[in-house]
């Protein structure tokens, strides 16, 4: 994928990019049926070569975070701290497609290994989970604290 403009901005989107790739987990917003928000961390899989880039997550389906996606599928994830952010906005669907689970579960394997045991983790390891594709409709990033960096990117 060729590089988006920002709509605002000056933050390069490589910084963005590879800011998403090197992260180990990140913050998922969710809400309850009832309204009410819920921010949990997942281990994600970034893949910015998509169009419209893409954010995967796995949770089980018992799990608040699942019941909430099932009534609400509109989410938010955040990178970083209130200083240096990453923001993916979009909507989620869970990934049905084999194919894709596959190249997911490859990237997925390769990124968390455990340093202890060397053993690899895998988006089936759970039978119970379910993987999610987050397609970014808005990302937005800014440094240092200050909004004055606000860039933003939007791919509806």
Do not use: C
């Not at 390069?12 to 009410?36: K, N, Q, Y």
Request: no cysteine; aromatic share 12%.
């Amino acid at each position: 994928m060729e590089s988006p403009v920002p709509i605002r901005g000056f933050i390069p989107w490589a910084t963005v990019d590879v800011g998403l790739r090197a992260g180990r987990s990140i913050w998922l917003a969710t809400s309850r049926p009832d309204g009410r928000a819920m921010i949990a961390p997942v281990w994600y899989w970034w893949d910015g070569e998509a169009s419209p880039p893409s954010l995967y997550f796995i949770t089980a389906r018992q799990t608040q975070k699942a019941r909430n996606l099932a009534v609400h599928d509109w989410v938010e994830a955040h990178l970083g701290d209130a200083d240096d952010a990453v923001m993916v906005r979009g909507r989620v669907s869970i990934v049905e497609d084999r194919d894709e689970q596959a190249r997911v579960d490859a990237a997925y394997r390769a990124r968390y290994v455990d340093p202890h045991s060397g053993a690899h983790a895998s988006i089936h390891d759970n039978p119970q989970d379910d993987l999610y594709r987050l397609k970014a409709s808005r990302v937005i990033a800014w440094s240092y604290g200050t909004v004055g960096t606000w860039t933003e990117w939007r791919f509806d």
